[in-house]
Nanobody
Framework: QLQLVESGGGLVQPGESLRLSCAAS????????VGWFRQVPGKERQGVSC????????KYADSVKGRFTISRDNAKNTVSLQMNSLKPEDTAVYYC???????????????????WGQGTQVTVSS
C-alpha cells in the first residue's frame, strides 16, 4: 500500500522553527517529484515548495523563500521541510504529496498531485 505520513507539526511562537517530515512507504520517494502544500480553512490548498525528480534546484513560493528549505533523505525514504523564522501567516495544515512528471514549479504543482499525506497542523502564535 502506497502511503505518505507527515509528522513534526505543532504550536510555536513567531520567529521559531519547525521541521516537518514526510515518510513514504510502499514505494521509493526518490523516484518522484515531491511537494509540500498548505491549507487554511476556507481557502484552496497552495503549493509551498517542491523538488523535481529530474534534479535541479528546489522551488519555493515567494512567501516562504529564504525561510523554508525542502530536502530529501533517500536512506530514510523521506522528504522534509525545514521552516525557520515562522510567522503567524504560516499557520495552516501542511501536506506532502507526490507529483506526476519529472519537473515541478510552484504554479503547476496542484494539478500534478498523485498521492497526498494526511496533513499536519502548524500553528504560529504568541
Amino acid at each position: 500500500q502506497l502511503q505518505l505520513v507527515e509528522s513534526g507539526g505543532g504550536l510555536v511562537q513567531p520567529g521559531e522553527s519547525l521541521r516537518l517530515s514526510c515518510a513514504a512507504s510502499g514505494f521509493t520517494l526518490d523516484n518522484y517529484s515531491v511537494g509540500w502544500f498548505r491549507q487554511v480553512p476556507g481557502k484552496e490548498r497552495q503549493g509551498v515548495s517542491c523538488l523535481s525528480s529530474s534534479g535541479g534546484s528546489p522551488k519555493y513560493a515567494d512567501s516562504v523563500k529564504g525561510r523554508f528549505t525542502i530536502s530529501r533523505d533517500n536512506a530514510k525514504n523521506t522528504v522534509s521541510l525545514q521552516m525557520n523564522s515562522l510567522k503567524p501567516e504560516d499557520t495552516a495544515v501542511y501536506y506532502c504529496a507526490t507529483l506526476r512528471g519529472g519537473y515541478c514549479t510552484i504554479g503547476t504543482m496542484l494539478p500534478l498531485v498523485g498521492s497526498w499525506g494526511q496533513g499536519t497542523q502548524v500553528t504560529v502564535s504568541s
